[in-house]
């Protein structure tokens, strides 16, 4: 599955065949009187004035981005934001009237003039037609509206509609006009007259209420301002601007964006809902670069990360473990890469919505940039998330600015007078928060503009940001509704989505409404107009919930049913947002799909976190449905998925009750629908109590995937097998389990089942053949068995299957005493798996690293081994118990803690005597007998510890057995002897062998 839709890739939708939506800013210019100046004037110099106006207007228009449409002889119409896309197009409309009028000052006998101003979505033809070429050109409220406010307009004067003014306030001086009447536009009763520019330092502080003084942060931007001079010159560095919502996080990282226009500026933007979706909002930020193409480096920066990622993802022969360090390093690098081309400004904003993947690699880049040329600048609301995060970055927690501070706020933001005592009460509600002292301004400057006081408008009602959030959207009337509907969409929705959802509206009645929500601002325009955004969550929450439960599952339904019938739209709508509108309408077996698809698709992302809570939202979604074949199908898929993970993380005991459930249901499926399934019912052998119940589990599980059937199930069936004939000591029947798996195994088909069932069934049959081969005394076959495991292991570069052919190494050269081979071994575990090696693997090499210190005369390890020996037990492992157990009595004995040793021993051979793990019974009553010390307590252990080593064939251990008997000076019984005479010729020649030999006087 791609990354990255590259542009050769996607589907081209075709263009409306009535025009493109386009929010466009008109001006419409008219020389006042100029039926009168024909006749007081001569005709020839009135036309050279009328001409360098003109002359005067195109330049000026052409040097602010305008496109002339339309020149009469007294006047003209301009276009800006067309045909070039400007976000810009309001500001530079404006400016381009002023510097009309300060051109027209400087004309001799230049007549006056009259500019009015109005900005709204249009629709352009998509074929160059222009108004002037006589065809029909923007179409919309705009152009009829700037002809009206010119018509009222003053003289000399620039007069802007209110979307107008919305979008450049911060950047012009502006006088209301109240009391207006133009015709067809009855709800238009106000304007703004331009009086002068405003030194804006940013387009943020221009486009959106925020101070352009930034009250009270004026030390905390120095800070900033410090922290991108360091990075410029390569010392990078990571910071987390925290706070609540509304504090000004984003108004910061707008500051500091103005501070660093000459670098390269990168922004990941993370989103609600859409925790489990690995690596969104890097994915979104390349691939909208992709598609810009505006940025070469950053274009080919996406190609690059795409290409690498796609190659992590489909090489199915890694481990999650070493698939997820993969991809985090591909991230984090290709942020250092560009660096190193350019300084740059990572700016990843509300990172309490960002998924864990982004995380780890923005903690694994927090933890590399300290020589590059990269300052990193986290922005989120407080969040238990980012604990690990924290570590790495600095943190500037920005909390409530004080009452100074929000006086020059208030100033800063208020277009109209307003007396102390409305201020004081900005003050007082506003509670230091920089996002509710400028609602609450607004709100109250609309109160003083009406010619009504705060307390008639409910302002003393208004006791918290949602409750002035919910006056400001009541207050503006009709177009609330699409804020509603666009509510359903998310705090962004692209225009041609919400076009769709709203088709019943009659013609240009989305238009006003948008304008209208931009008058009060409640939205703003993003990505040049093709994106609109709520201008905060909160703004979102409120119109989501100011609607009947009834009409959002309808609007969710819509949108799910747009998607369905054109898949182009996945781009908008991505699989897990899709899936929240499936939930949201109440299709929720479509909606556990689509968790459960994005959840695979995030582990093979390799997280783990988020897709584990997908999958449990699933199964709980799917408990509260009647019975289904498809319901039950979805269960099983989603346990399929959530199995691995709950064991990973929490042990084997903690997937149990999971499994249970999986098998109970993979049962009742059709014996031709099972297959898929098979690693539920794997899952459920492998979390079995003890050993006799996984026996009982091993056995149906071959009973029921016959030699006939598929060969990797039969081959699962057969691992499931071996592994617990091992446990309980039946070597002969283990190697032929063993052979007949082996037989089946497909190098392609265990590259994909190593993944769902934790390591590589070969690795593990030939791990098993060399301990059976051991044991029962054919050392050779054992030392070729484990060379080969560990060549097929590292063939796989699976980290699991790695690891588990080095834990059964390990144990051959622990049977051996082989101490070189041991710290071998312990070494390339280390090298392996570091500090990130799964639990059970680390309390294993705990315990090994133990017993080999002991070899070599360090005294003192007791304590780790038994802490590692707790932390198996706890993790629920079954497998091997014994044989650590009997390690950790035999460090305690040498640590002198006889009568400690023994009670562990005690414990553990009554523990394997009911359980049936027995494999490694007779070691542990063996040494139980030495511990002992001879008598008849050393001789009954050593004669049950013969007699279970002859019924499982375990030829080595009964030699071991025999040499103990005479280092005891206890002895022999005869049939003891007996046994040992016609078994231990047998076994491969070595040190011991002949030293029983010599004993039994062979």
Not at 242 to 250: V, W
Not at 564 to 571: G, K, R, Y
Not at 905 to 918: N, P, V
Request: charged residues 25%.
């Amino acid at each position: 599955m791609s990354l990255f839709k590259k542009r050769a890739d996607k589907t081209q939708s075709k263009p409306d065949e009535d025009g493109e939506r386009r929010q466009l800013t008109v001006l419409f210019y008219d020389i006042v009187g100029s039926t009168s100046l024909v006749t007081d004037h001569d005709p020839e110099d009135l036309r050279a004035a009328l001409n360098r106006i003109h002359i005067a207007a195109r330049n000026i228009f052409a040097e602010h981005g305008g496109s002339l449409e339309q020149v009469l002889g007294d006047g003209g119409m301009v276009y800006f934001g067309w045909p070039d896309i400007s976000e810009d197009a309001a500001l530079q409309s404006v400016e381009a009237a002023l510097a009309l009028l300060d051109a027209r000052a400087e004309i001799p006998l230049a007549p006056d003039i009259r500019i009015g101003i109005a900005t709204s979505v249009v629709v352009m033809s998509t074929d160059g037609a222009s108004a002037s070429a006589g065809q029909l050109g923007a179409v919309g409220v705009a152009p009829n509206l700037a002809s009206r406010l010119e018509s009222v307009c003053g003289i000399n004067e620039v007069l802007v509609s209110a979307a107008t003014h919305a979008l450049t306030h911060r950047a012009i001086r502006y006088t209301a006009r109240e009391g207006l009447a133009l015709r067809g536009f009855p709800d238009e009763t106000r304007a703004w007259r331009a009086t002068g520019r405003i030194d804006a330092r940013t387009r943020f502080a221009r486009d959106r209420d925020a101070s352009a003084t930034l009250s009270g942060r004026a030390s905390d931007i120095d800070m900033l301002a410090k922290l991108w001079s360091d990075a410029e010159t390569g010392a990078g560095t990571a910071i987390l601007i925290e706070g609540e919502p509304g504090i000004g996080k984003s108004r910061m990282a707008a500051e500091l964006i103005a501070l660093a226009k000459a670098a390269r500026v990168v922004i990941l933007q993370c989103q609600p809902r859409t925790e489990a979706d690995a690596l969104f909002s890097v994915i979104r930020m390349y691939d909208q670069a992709y598609e810009d193409g505006a940025d070469d480096a950053l274009a080919k920066a996406a190609v690059h990360c795409a290409d690498a990622l796609g190659a992590l993802e489909e090489r199915e022969t890694l481990s999650p473990e070493a698939r997820r360090n993969a991809i985090i390093g591909a991230v984090s690098e290709g942020f250092i890469a560009l660096a190193r081309q350019k300084p740059l400004l990572l700016l990843a904003e509300d990172l309490h919505w960002a998924d864990e993947v982004t995380l780890a690699a923005l903690e694994r880049l927090a933890c590399t940039l300290s020589g590059e040329r990269l300052l990193l600048v986290a922005t989120s609301r407080p969040s238990d998330r980012l604990v690990d995060l924290r570590e790495y970055m600095r943190v500037l927690d920005l909390g409530p600015i004080d009452a100074q501070s929000a006086r020059a706020l208030i100033a800063s933001v208020a277009w109209t007078t307003l007396t102390d005592q409305t201020r004081d009460w900005i003050i007082e509600k506003g509670d230091g928060n920089p996002l509710f002292l400028i609602e609450l301004t607004a709100h109250a400057c609309d109160v003083a503009a009406a010619g009504g006081a705060l307390d008639a408008h409910s302002g003393a009602q208004l006791g918290s940001l949602r409750d002035l959030l919910a006056a400001r959207l009541e207050s503006a009337g009709r177009a609330k509704r699409t804020a509603q509907i666009a509510s359903v969409l998310g705090r962004d929705y692209p225009l041609h989505l919400l076009v769709r959802l709203t088709r019943d509206y009659p013609p240009f009645e989305l238009d006003a409404d948008l304008q209208r929500l931009n008058d009060h601002g409640l939205k703003e325009a993003i990505n040049n107009g093709e994106v609109y955004q709520f201008r905060h969550a909160l703004i979102r929450d409120v119109a989501y919930d100011s609607q009947l439960r009834a009409v959002r599952r309808r609007l969710h339904g819509q949108i799910v049913d747009l998607v369905d019938a054109d898949p182009s739209l996945t781009d908008d709508v991505p699989a897990i947002l899709l899936a929240e509108h499936c939930l949201a309408a109440d299709r929720v077996l479509r909606g556990i799909g689509l968790l459960i698809d994005v959840a695979d698709d995030a582990i093979r992302r390799s997280a783990l976190h988020a897709p584990r809570a997908l999958l449990e939202r699933a199964l709980t979604l799917a408990a509260g449905l009647d019975a289904s074949d498809e319901r039950d199908g979805l269960r099983l898929r989603a346990i399929a998925l959530l199995g691995p993970l709950v064991t990973l993380l929490d042990g084997h005991r903690a997937a149990a009750s999971l499994y249970d459930e999986g098998q109970a249901l993979y049962f009742e499926r059709p014996v031709d629908a099972r297959q898929r399934f098979f690693p539920v019912l794997w899952g459920w052998w492998f979390t079995a109590s003890d050993l006799l119940e996984q026996t009982r589990r091993s056995e149906i599980l071959i009973r029921y995937v016959p030699p006939d059937a598929d060969r990797e199930s039969r081959l699962q069936a057969l691992h499931c097998g071996w592994a617990t004939l091992f446990d309980g000591g039946a070597h002969d029947r283990c190697l032929a389990a063993i052979s007949e798996g082996l037989a089946l195994y497909d190098p392609q088909e265990g590259a994909r089942a190593r993944h769902l069932y934790g390591h590589d069934a070969r690795v593990c049959g030939l791990g098993e053949r060399a301990l059976c081969a051991w044991l029962t005394g054919s050392l050779e076959d054992s030392a070729k068995a484990i060379a080969a495991c560990e060549i097929w292991s590292d063939k796989t570069d699976h980290l699991g299957s790695r690891l588990h052919g080095l834990d059964i190494a390990m144990q051959v050269a622990v049977f051996r005493h082989d101490l070189e081979e041991i710290d071998r071994i312990l070494s390339r575990i280390e090298s392996l798996a570091g500090a990130d090696a799964a639990p059970a693997i680390a309390a294993k090499r705990q315990i090994f690293r133990g017993w080999r210190a002991a070899r070599a005369g360090n005294g003192g390890q007791i304590d780790a081994v038994r802490e590692g020996l707790r932390a198996l037990r706890s993790f629920g492992v079954l497998e091997d118990t014994p044989f650590y157990a009997d390690i950790a009595a035999d460090i305690a004995a040498r640590d002198g803690q006889r009568d400690q040793a023994l009670g562990m021993l005690e414990d553990e051979i009554a523990q394997a005597r009911e359980t049936g793990l027995t494999y490694w019974l007779p070691e542990l009553l063996r040494r139980k007998a030495v511990l002992s010390g001879g008598g008849a307590v050393a001789g009954a252990a050593l004669e049950e510890g013969a007699t279970v080593a002859l019924e499982q064939g375990a030829h080595m251990l009964l030699a071991r057995n025999v040499a103990t008997w005479h280092a005891l000076s206890i002895s022999v019984p005869d049939a003891v002897r007996h046994a040992a005479k016609q078994r231990v010729p047998g076994i491969s020649d070595c040190p011991l062998r002949t030293q029983v030999l010599h004993a039994l006087d062979l």
